[in-house]
């Protein structure tokens, strides 16, 4: 739901830093990236259990996310790809009842540590979601959201953001005689890029995308597989996908998690099978479970 402007930046930061944004790390990020030959480090889960009050969603998850490069979560509907996802920017905290066990860090630092304030998380770690969800607001406004709750008034400096945004969400071009216009007459890929170009306009560190082009045609969802692989120089993301294909085209790694079902309760409890590079988890998986979903027989 779309806090009041007014709300958002009336809310008290704590005193407890999160480690400085990749995107702002200026030449020695990139000094790093042409270093490094493992990869550094953003995301680091370990033993990761996710609990709805009493029920286990997720059990004992550990994985590693590296910068600048895109990570698909795969698997049947119900393993808890979303849920997992979730916990990397805090919005799991929004969920009633809602508590993660074990430990995740981001850039050496705990996000669910005393004093780690979720709004900061989020300035840091943005999300793209399932639906496009534009505000009811001009297009300009869209983008310009943001800025302006994180305290920026000046004019210059907001249109600045707002082209910037748009043409790293690839559609300036599109939308630039029509700003004024409301953001809810754009189509469903349009409104994507839209809320690509909303979450990019604050400068995150990392892009979360819950399965981004579940809605979309093929047209559309080319668009924002070319755009991924545009901006992942600049970010790193995490995409949730059904379409194994698509984390075959857009992933440098990938994620896959199943279902452990207890018979007696009738529940289904998500847990990570296999996680490593997409080529390796496609063509030479580990476990049979993985090959059972990537070759199709297990759905």
């Known amino acids: 739901m779309e806090q009041s402007e007014q709300n958002v930046a009336a809310q008290t930061e704590t005193t407890t830093e999160l480690p400085k944004p990749a995107a702002l790390q200026d030449t020695q990020r990139a000094d790093a990236a042409v270093s490094s030959t493992t990869g550094t480090s953003v995301f680091e889960s370990k033993n990761v259990s996710i609990y709805y009050g009493s029920f286990r ?46 430990d995740v860090h981001y850039r050496g630092a705990s996000l669910y ?6 709004i900061s998380v989020r300035r840091r770690i943005g999300m793209v979601f399932q639906k496009p969800n534009p505000f009811p607001k001009s297009i300009y406004d869209n983008v310009a959201y943001g800025p302006r709750i994180n305290g920026i008034r000046n004019k210059g400096k907001l249109d600045e953001i707002v082209e910037k945004s748009l043409r790293g969400a690839a559609l300036w071009d599109e939308v630039k005689d029509r ?55 600049q970010y790193t993301i995490v995409i949730v996908t059904h ?27 998500g847990v990570l099978v296999e996680y490593g590079r997409t080529t390796q988890i496609f063509e030479d998986p580990h476990d049979n479970r993985t090959q059972a979903y990537v070759t199709g027989r297990m759905g």
């Not at 896959?256 to 009738?266: C, G, M, Q």
């Open 57 to 102: 969603a997720v059990t004992d998850v550990s994985l590693t996310i590296y910068e600048n490069e895109i990570t698909a979560f795969i698997g049947p509907s119900g393993c808890g790809k979303t849920t997992v996802l979730r916990t990397l920017n805090r919005m799991n905290d929004l969920i009633p009842g809602a508590r993660v066990e074990g």
């Open 243 to 269: 379409n194994m294909q698509q984390a075959t085209r857009v992933s440098d790694r990938t994620a896959f998690y199943s279902v452990l079902r207890d018979e007696k309760s009738d529940t289904r409890t």
């Open 179 to 233: 700003l004024n216009k409301s953001g809810l007459g754009l189509s469903g890929g349009q409104a994507q890029r839209l809320c690509i170009a909303r979450t990019l306009a604050v400068e995150p560190d990392v892009v979360l995308m819950d399965e981004p082009c579940s809605a979309l045609d093929p047209i559309a969802t080319g668009a924002i597989e070319d755009l991924m692989h545009e901006i992942k120089s």
């Open 113 to 118: 540590g005393p004093g780690v304030s979720p």
